[in-house]
């Protein structure tokens, strides 16, 4: 104990543990996807790991696990099972963003849950909002899409058009518990399924000032304090591929190409040109990841163009992509299957690829136009953003 506190495991440790959690989180793969959730078993095993708590504030109980550290971690929970990386994420970038908040509120909430963890959109305002005595109150319904990790959250960060009353309209983020909210059963699609970014709705509600912060650029800026973003850049896809190189080799291993003659699927050009480019893009992967944390180290130069690690990890998107296809292109026939995990890695990629902030076409684009002295635009909707219908 210090200070009354639990200490915090040693890195190694913690990335022991995250590696631990691969073959659990690997059999409920299926699991996750037919439910559109991540299984409770998944969020149970890591939160008795710690490794929720590796993603905290510091502040708020949190261990101050550096960049490299949750790296490592958060890419053997990715080797396990994305849709539960990808909800982490969520919950530890949603989680800095509710620092734009009142302290006071933020103490209570942590004095009464010392392990809350946030869900929340900020894409677009799902709903208007008046300004009342002590507080805000919805008007009519809100409705707020694509909120991941939302079944198994205690709060959502929501973002809403207030009407003040001086006749002004501010953005704002309003803090909701999830047992005011009702989770949609609209979270049906082709990847990514075990993520559960169901819609969230909620009809007229009133919200306490106290959970309501204006400081809507504070919020977006809190992402980019620390090194907590370094540790995902390239985790998520690097686990993936991992995982995919893995699970060929387990399928190939004892299997031959019938209908070429071959008794080894190993003996085949194309099967070990396969092979060739996913271990090559996966190295690749992993020394980009090497050269974002390198930039931490004392001494070192650090990134000051945060458009570059965006336009980076979009490659390593892309590059596990490839990786993954071309493995899935010589499987057998039964790696169709839904319960195989090649061809879940492949549309949970996609799914990833299709979220807008992580979409090539964006980030490329937006660094294109930054190279080049033009505007960049935002990847976030403009202040007063109409609320979704």
């Known amino acids: 104990m210090l200070n009354g506190k639990a200490a915090a495991p040693s890195s190694a440790e913690l990335i022991s543990r995250a590696e631990s959690l691969i073959p659990l989180l690997r059999a409920n793969g299926s699991l996750a996807e037919r439910l559109g959730r991540v299984p409770d078993e998944n969020v149970r095993a890591i939160e008795e790991a710690g490794l929720f708590r590796m993603l905290m504030p510091a502040k708020r109980g949190g261990y101050g696990t550096g960049a490299a550290t949750a790296a490592a971690a958060m890419t053997h929970i990715a080797s396990g099972c994305p849709s539960t990386a990808w909800v982490m994420q969520i919950y530890s970038g949603i989680g800095r963003m ?13 004095a009464r849950e010392p392990g809350a963890k946030f ?4 894409a677009a305002a799902g709903a208007v909002c008046e300004a009342v005595d002590g507080g805000v109150r919805i008007r009519g319904r809100g409705r707020w899409p694509f909120n991941s ?6 709060w959502d960060l929501l973002r809403v058009s207030i009407e003040e009353r001086d006749g002004s309209t501010s953005d704002a983020f309003c803090l909701v518990p999830l047992s005011e909210l009702t989770i949609a059963d609209d979270w049906h699609v082709m990847g990514a399924a075990g993520t559960g970014s169901n819609s969230v709705e909620c009809g007229e509600l009133f919200i306490p000032e106290r959970r309501v912060s204006r400081r809507i650029a504070d919020a977006f800026a809190a992402l980019q304090v620390g090194d907590s973003g370094y540790a995902f850049t390239a985790a998520l896809p690097l686990g993936m591929a991992r995982y995919a190189l893995e699970a060929f080799h387990d399928l190939a ?13 190993y003996d085949s050009a194309v099967v070990q040109t396969a092979i060739a480019t996913a271990h090559t893009n996966i190295r690749m992967i992993e020394s980009y990841q090497h050269w974002v944390l390198s930039t931490l180290q004392p001494g070192a130069e650090r990134i000051t163009d945060p458009m570059l690690t965006g336009a980076g990890g979009t490659q390593c998107y892309k590059l596990a992509r490839e990786a993954i296809e ?6 057998p026939t039964d790696e169709i299957r839904l319960d195989r995990p090649i061809q879940r890695l492949l549309r949970d990629l996609l799914a990833f690829t299709h979220q807008g902030a992580m979409a090539p076409y964006v980030n490329w684009e937006r660094y294109g136009r930054h190279l080049v002295g033009a505007n960049a635009g935002t990847l976030l909707p403009p202040s007063g953003a109409k609320p979704v219908p």
């Open 253 to 265: 291993k004892n299997r031959g190409i019938r209908m070429l003659g071959y008794e080894r699927m």
């Open 326 to 331: 071309r493995l899935f292109d010589v499987c």
């Open 149 to 154: 990790g939302c079944h198994h959250a205690d």
């Open 98 to 110: 509710a620092e734009s908040l009142p302290e006071e509120t933020l103490a209570e909430i942590y």
């Open 119 to 122: 869900a929340g959109t900020f």
